[in-house]
């Protein structure tokens, strides 16, 4: 690298080797056996061609000898008859030549199987006698087949020129064969040749061995050398996806970043684990918060009602002894002209307001009525939305009903159901004073096997900060109201095994979800 010194490229050199040597050692390792595996192989594969080869040759050989010798005395009688000679013979006599020797060469040829062989007459220029007994169909009809036919025919006229036996092997295309030529001279004139052949294979399993070795050899150690070179590449991304983890630990919200191929798959099967490690979370911390809130509520309950007990007698002995004096007053004007009737009817209704309080907060030591009843849900709803529409009065707020037509009946206390919509309606409505629709659907959860109530509104919503308080008793966001509504439903749907929770709609608004167990 130009510009740099000497010692810091040493040093970057030491560090590339010294990360990636162990990758290049087994590269060369496994190099070295494969070759030497392939070369051992392939020599033995060699050795024994030759000598498969070899042993063939003497086989053609010895039958070549042995068909000469059985057809000598056959020759010598054509030859005296002059049918070895004439190339004006009948049609019926080159039959009587070729089944006469074919006879031969059938009888001496069957006893190993995958020879062939015969005679080439030189008068006739052709293959006479052509035998292959042991051989598979088809059978050639005018001498042996036709991409042999030349191969043979040279080497028998090579044996009459030269005048001595040939033994070759050849082979073209799959075929591959040893092949012996004897001549056949009668009274010092050639007349004929003897040839014998015999197929080692069609496809010789040592040609075929030699392939697949040199093949497999090079594709191995290709194949190993760009899998040492994908390692040592890939190495870095194993770094960075352990990196990567390491921060995850310390930040849980972080994902592994996208990548290829199998890198790919295995950060996306991650971070689909973190992301449900995280919704199980999240769902833990709801669930603690739901029985922190249930705890809250008993404990409130169990306080409010010994409160309630002390206060609801008290209450009622001040209504009445100023009912009292208000009657009195009624019968004797100017009695005192400091308690009017009016002031007397101020204590009055903020007496009454009062026990009002104090039945609604009684709901939090006995939410329901433990009598419960089969009850109609869509039937209730209907009566519920008839009752807060005659309330609605000038106002641009309209209530849509999408009610299932096959819900069950399911045990309630009624009332309790009741005054859980009407709470959740009246919120609807005071959080759309500029109008809007509400949507009022029923249906079933048949995952959970629960009657579920959805409540949609287009009003201002509930902000984020608050909506894990809307339940909490006393809790409000309005100028006015006690903060009990919420509250009080939330112990009612509790107190019926259900369940009540708000959503917000995509769009503007929102979601009232009740679940309520069939």
Same mark, same amino acid.
């Given at each position: ?8 490229? &040493?040093? +970057? ?9 162990? &990758? #290049?050692? #087994? ?48 020759? $010598? ?8 000679? !004439? ?13 006469? *020797? ?18 080439? *007459? ?8 052509? !035998? ?7 059978? =050639?009809?005018?001498?042996? =087949? ?30 591959? #064969? @040893? ?17 014998? +052949? ?32 994908? !390692? ?51 769902? +833990? ?29 008290? *209450? ?24 009017? @009737? ?23 030591? +006995? ?60 919120? !609807? ?38 909506? $894990? ?32 929770? #708000? ?16």
């Amino acid at each position: 690298m130009p510009g740099q010194p000497g010692s810091l490229r &040493y040093e +970057r050199l030491k560090s590339f080797f010294k990360t990636y040597n162990r &990758y #290049f050692i #087994f590269a060369l390792i496994f190099t070295a056996v494969v070759t030497l595996t392939a070369a051992f192989i392939y020599s033995s594969l060699s050795k024994w061609e030759e000598s498969l080869v070899e042993k063939n040759k003497s086989v053609c050989d010895l039958y070549s000898g042995e068909l000469y010798d059985a057809a000598l005395g056959t020759i $010598d009688s054509l030859h005296s008859l002059g049918l070895l000679t !004439s190339d004006d013979l009948s049609l019926a006599a080159f039959r009587l030549v070729d089944s006469t *020797l074919k006879e031969i060469s059938e009888r001496e040829l069957r006893v190993l199987s995958g020879l062939d062989g015969g005679f080439y *007459l030189v008068f006739a220029d052709g293959f006479y006698g052509y !035998s292959f007994p042991t051989s598979p169909p088809p059978v =050639p009809v005018y001498g042996p =087949p036709p991409r042999s036919y030349n191969i043979i025919k040279d080497q028998s006229l090579q044996s009459i020129r030269e005048n001595r036996p040939i033994i070759d092997v050849h082979s073209f295309d799959a075929a591959f #064969f @040893p092949l012996a030529t004897r001549p056949i001279v009668v009274d010092s004139q050639a007349v004929g040749v003897v040839w014998v +052949r015999i197929h080692i294979e069609n496809d010789l399993p040592v040609i075929k061995l030699k392939q697949i070795v040199n093949v497999t050899a090079l594709i191995s150690i290709l194949g190993f050398l760009i899998l040492m070179l994908l !390692s040592a590449l890939l190495g870095g991304e194993i770094k960075g996806i352990k990196k990567e983890m390491e921060q995850i630990r310390h930040n849980p919200s972080l994902r592994l970043r996208k990548r290829w191929g199998i890198f790919g798959y295995i950060t996306s099967h991650i971070n689909s684990m973190l992301d449900t490690i995280e919704e199980e979370v999240n769902q +833990r911390l709801i669930l603690e918060r739901q029985l922190s809130q249930k705890e809250k509520l008993a404990s409130l309950g169990n306080m409010i009602a010994g409160v309630a007990h002390e206060v609801k007698t008290p *209450l009622a002995i001040i209504k009445t002894r100023i009912q009292m004096w208000q009657k009195a007053i009624g019968e004797t004007p100017g009695i005192c002209e400091q308690i009017s @009737p009016e002031s007397m009817q101020l204590v009055i209704d903020e007496t009454n307001r009062l026990s009002t309080l104090v039945k609604r907060l009684l709901i939090f030591s +006995r939410p329901i009525d433990k009598k419960m009843k089969p009850t109609d849900i869509n039937k209730l709803i209907k009566e519920v939305v008839n009752f807060v529409t005659m309330g609605l009065g000038e106002t641009d707020i309209s209530v849509k009903l999408s009610l299932s037509p096959d819900l069950p009946m399911i045990g309630t206390d009624e009332s309790s159901v009741r005054e859980v919509i009407i709470n959740i309606l009246d919120n !609807s409505v005071e959080a759309m004073p500029n109008g809007g629709s509400i949507k009022i659907s029923t249906g079933i959860d048949k995952r959970d096997n629960k009657l579920v109530i959805e409540v949609d509104d287009q009003g201002e919503g509930i902000s984020s900060d608050i909506i $894990d308080k809307v339940f909490d008793p006393f809790f409000t966001s309005k100028e006015t109201g006690a903060g009990l509504g919420l509250s009080i439903s939330y112990q009612i749907i509790k107190a019926h095994n259900g369940e009540i929770s #708000f959503r917000e709609n995509p769009g503007v608004g929102m979601k009232c979800i009740i679940k309520l167990p069939m």
